[in-house]
């Protein structure tokens, strides 16, 4: 069979105003290359341009579209999938310092001042006492660690314990040392979609268009073998997913970045049972795909139109 079509669709209905439906494109991926990696030199380009190149512009080349191509290589209309869901998340974990710790922060902070210049020496001395007052609690606190820590270490050898220091601590003076808790951002999250439709074709045509949907999908997550230089892999192709109704997007769905295909999943007997036409289609396929996006969604993705669900 020869290639199949620029644009694959099931079901075979025609597609109106209030349809409702997915729109997939299978793209090239093209990554940014050398040019948007800080201090990598391309051949004959020399260390003294990458220099005197503007950071900010090298830096602002990973926000995504570099790295993404714009080639569409097939369309793809599918229906809804069988569950429409998006999650966003954001890492914020605990951060604890001590007050002896953020005394010692603030102090090694204002010494290095002193050392370069910055603030003077008398200066220094007197933040020193006012930081060492502010902490006298917790050096009050300290002065009976390292024993209570070698009656603990005594105790849990000897007989096979596992008491901890803070046990005996708030047991002895009824307090702890204030560890200063904050929840503090550290981190971004990729989000992961999971899509899966039920496929029943109602003829030869359907059936060919199920076929080549499968194929294209399974062949676009491949990666491929670079020509001439058989100890690399190129990577496979990337996704671009729209939630449509009509020939607009559909704004009260999330929207989507440029996503990697990460795993493609075919039921062919999606009632239980090897069941066939005469031609040899199953009559019920089922299929799974997880997408997963290439960037992290930012605030600035938004914008200030409130017109639609944005990400």
């Excluded at 604890?96 to 050392?115: F, H, M, P, T």
């Excluded at 005594?154 to 601590?169: C, E, F, K, P, Y």
């Excluded at 066939?276 to 139109?305: R, W």
């Amino acid at each position: 069979m020869a290639k199949p079509p620029k644009l694959l669709r099931y079901p075979l209905d025609i597609i109106d105003s209030t349809t409702d439906y997915m729109f997939i494109e299978v793209m090239k991926y093209n990554p940014g290359g050398q040019s948007a990696l800080p201090g990598l030199a391309s051949q004959g380009e020399s260390a003294q341009s990458i220099a005197s190149s503007n950071t900010n512009n090298v830096f602002n080349s990973f926000t995504g579209s570099q790295f993404f191509g714009t080639d569409v290589k097939q369309s793809i209309i599918l229906p809804m999938p069988n569950a429409i869901a998006s999650v966003n998340r954001t890492g914020w974990g605990e951060s604890r310092i001590s007050s002896l710790a953020g005394a010692g922060l603030k102090l090694s902070g204002d010494l290095l001042d002193v050392i370069t210049g910055r603030k003077e020496q008398d200066a220094l001395a007197e933040t020193a006492k006012q930081e060492l007052e502010g902490v006298r609690g917790a050096f009050d606190l300290l002065r009976n660690d390292f024993k209570s820590r070698a009656q603990v270490a005594l105790v849990n050898a000897a007989a096979g314990t596992s008491i901890q220091v803070s046990d005996v601590r708030g047991r002895q003076s009824g307090q702890i040392v204030n560890q200063n808790v904050e929840l503090l951002f550290n981190s971004v999250s990729i989000r992961p979609f999971g899509f899966n439709w039920d496929f029943t074709p109602r003829n030869d045509k359907e059936a060919e268009a199920v076929l080549q949907m499968i194929k294209t999908f399974k062949k676009a997550a491949a990666p491929k073998r670079t020509v001439g230089q058989n100890g690399f892999l190129s990577a496979p192709d990337i996704f671009r997913l729209t939630y449509k109704k009509g020939i607009d997007n559909q704004r009260y769905l999330n929207k989507f970045k440029m996503c990697a295909l990460t795993s493609v999943g075919v039921d062919y007997t999606g009632s239980g049972i090897h069941a066939t036409y005469e031609s040899g289609s199953p009559v019920h396929y089922k299929l799974n795909l997880s997408f997963t996006e290439l960037e992290p969604i930012y605030a600035e993705d938004y914008g200030d139109n409130f017109d639609d669900a944005g990400f």
